[in-house]
């Protein structure tokens, strides 16, 4: 279960003030995986932030009673002078999981060949995703945070990233950022719409698409 009180983050760039969260309250309950819908700027990728604790609130909390995932596919953290394996086991260290075991793991699921030896440093963005993205699914959390899942690599690479994500589905719970109607209707039980600030649960997810794409929309934004 993730439980955010009173959360709020501002940003002030430039003399501007622009509020992501204000006060925000919210539960998702364990077992359920919860799509975060809001049009593109509404802080979306910057809440995922905060739920994983890459990103700290202006005030306000997070509390979790189990193992939250970065955001699925960031690559952000990742050390360019190591190897993608070494930064791979570094990761496996850090979440006390086999090291062995992940590193076979993640080299069959990126598929980026001989590179996966090379210093991270050198890799394309679409290599950098592909790492990230194998390394995620390679552990077991109990809650996955998802920023566009499906939009990294070819479209065998994006059908197989869907494919183990809806099995993690099976026996975990997610936070998911997406465009993909079809694909959040296929693994979100709930939903949730980020706009100015406020947010707004619902306990299914096709209340929550019809509110934003029906009703929300059509309040002008």
Request: proline fraction near 3%; charge should be positive.
């Amino acid at each position: 279960m993730i439980v955010l009180e009173d959360l709020t983050k501002i940003y002030h760039t430039k003399g501007l003030r622009t509020v992501i969260a204000d006060r925000v309250n919210a539960v998702f309950p364990t077992g359920q995986s919860v799509a975060l819908l809001g049009r593109n700027g509404a802080g979306k990728s910057s809440l995922l932030r905060m739920i994983a604790g890459t990103m700290l609130p202006t005030s306000g909390r997070i509390l979790s009673d189990g193992t939250v995932s970065w955001p699925v596919g960031f690559a952000g953290s990742f050390h360019g002078e190591l190897t993608g394996a070494q930064n791979v086991r570094f990761v496996a260290r850090i979440y006390g999981v086999d090291t062995d075991a992940l590193v076979d793991y993640v080299e069959d699921f990126a598929a980026i060949g001989p590179s996966f030896h090379k210093p991270f440093g050198t890799y394309s963005s679409g290599m950098r995703s592909r790492l990230a993205m194998g390394t995620s699914m390679g552990i077991d959390f109990d809650t996955y945070l998802v920023d566009e899942v499906t939009s990294v690599g070819d479209a065998a690479f994006k059908e197989k990233s869907r494919a183990v994500f809806t099995d993690r589905m099976r026996s975990g719970s997610a936070v998911v950022v997406s465009h993909s109607m079809p694909f959040i209707r296929r693994v979100c039980t709930m939903g949730a719409v980020l706009h100015r600030g406020r947010l707004r649960v619902f306990d299914d997810v096709n209340e929550a698409i019809y509110f934003y794409e029906r009703g929300f929309t059509s309040q002008g934004g």
